[in-house]
Structures are given as C-alpha cells and as structure tokens.
C-alpha cells in the first residue's frame, strides 16, 4: 500500500538484518506498522499495530472479514468521508482516507490530469496483493506504549521521523527512545528506522534515498536524506 514513509523499497535489505537471528516461534513485532509495507514479507508469529483505528480497521476486515474495498470512490464520496458527512464503517474510512496524495491520510484526492491512471484501481491492487500475505498477523491499536509484547521478541519500530511531516503532533521522540532502551534491556531485539539518534545508539545499516518533505502540513517535493536502522548498545 502507497503509505507515507513506506519501507517498502528498503524491505530487502532491511529484512535480512532483523530477522538474520530468528528462532523458530519467536515473534515479530511492529508497534508502528502503517502501510504493512515490511510485515507482509515476513512469515510466521507476527504483531502488526497501529495507532491509526481506521487504518487498523481496514486491515482486519480485508484479512479476517474477506471485505472487498470499492474500485472506485467519487471525489464527493471522498470529501463526505473526510467530513464525517456520510456514515460509513470505519474500515472503508480507512481505506478512502488513505488513497491521498503520498499516502497521507485526506491529503486529497487523487486524480490524473491526462486521464492515464486510475489510482482507486491501483489503491485497490496494492492493497489486495498484500492481504494474503498478512493471514495470520494480529492486529492491534494503541500506542506503542501499551503494546504487550511477548518475551524475547524481534521488535522492528518505525515511528515518526523527528522532524518530519507530523502524523501525531504529540509523538513524544524522548518517551520513545527510553521505551526502546527498555524493551532491548528486557531481552529483546529491538530495531528502529529513524534518520538519526541518541548516542547511546549504533547504527547498523544506512542508504541514501529521496525523500518526500513537506512544509505546514503540505507536502512538498523530494529531497535527499540518509535512511539509517539502529539498535541499542547501551
Ligand atoms: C513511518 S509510518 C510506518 C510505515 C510502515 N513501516 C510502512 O512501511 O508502511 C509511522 C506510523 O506510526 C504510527 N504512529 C504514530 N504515533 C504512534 C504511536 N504513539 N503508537 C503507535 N503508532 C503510532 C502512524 O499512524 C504511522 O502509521
């Protein structure tokens, strides 16, 4: 799914990093796992939450409800939606809201000048292509905070970039890092995406990669930024 912030492109490098010393069973955690752009290539016992319900929503009814989202919404629909104007579940809010211009939620409505694409089709497809690949994932939404974790998990988080395009205006970055020192202190393997961090952090894997930015909400163009994986080393 076209998500803000996707890993999608780093999938195959990253993966191999964090899941290199799996045991069977063990469980993979992502606390902040938006677009379900990594989890869906990993197999096995896995936990994919989010703090977004409607997001969470649209993901357990496309696995566990076999729902079928429309191929097709009308702006009107779009704005209604975005409006609270018509009453609909929040599975499909989910699904409208995020068809958005970069993947952000109602950051408007997709359309093609020329005619050529149609993005409700290919919102549709993407989304489709991954559901079977997420059978057996349980959902969750809360923050991360109040995740329960099983013991001795592969914890993979990619929260909010500091700096970034907010998604939460209240994400506290501080909160965040001491809760990752603890987890990894429990005896988990904890691994964050971030472009940078504490210096009680190692970085393990880096790639240059544009990036989308924005400006008072709206976004914006691309710029270049370095893409970095940390774990704790206390
Ligand atoms: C960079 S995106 C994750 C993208 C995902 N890895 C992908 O490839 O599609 C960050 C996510 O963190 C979620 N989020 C923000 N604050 C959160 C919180 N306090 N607890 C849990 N999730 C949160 C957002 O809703 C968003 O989906």
Redesign the pocket.
């Known amino acids: ?1 076209k ?6 492109r780093f999938a195959k490098e990253l993966l191999p990093i964090i899941l290199k010393d799996r045991t069977k069973g063990q469980y993979y955690v ?9 989890i869906d290539k990993v197999t096995g016992n896995r936990i994919a ?4 319900t409607e ?1 969470i929503e649209m993901w357990k009814a496309l696995v566990y409800e076999n729902w079928q989202p429309p191929l097709d919404v009308s702006e009107e629909d779009y704005k209604n939606a975005k409006d609270n104007k018509t009453k609909i579940s929040k599975a499909l809010n989910g699904y409208i809201g995020f068809n958005s211009y970069g993947g952000k939620w109602y950051a408007g409505y997709r359309r093609d000048k020329q005619g050529k694409r149609d993005y409700w089709r290919e919102h549709c497809n993407n989304i489709m292509k991954q559901v079977p690949n997420l059978k057996g994932v349980e959902f969750t939404n ?4 109040d ?1 329960d974790i099983p013991e001795n998990s592969i914890i993979y988080c ?4 500091e700096g970034t395009t907010k ?2 205006n209240k ?1 506290d970055h501080i909160l965040f890092w001491d809760w990752v020192r603890t987890k990894s202190k429990q005896g988990n393997k904890v691994y964050v ?1 971030e472009y940078n961090a504490p210096n009680d952090f190692v970085c393990v894997w880096q790639k240059e990669a544009k990036s989308t930015f924005s400006a008072n909400g709206v976004i914006g163009g691309t710029k270049k930024s370095t893409e970095r994986l940390f774990i704790y080393c206390g």
């Open positions: 799914m998500y803000m912030g996707s890993k999608n992502e606390p902040f796992a938006g677009g379900m752009n990594l939450n989010d703090i977004h997001l809360t923050s991360f905070t995740l990619d929260p909010p970039y998604y939460n994400f995406s």
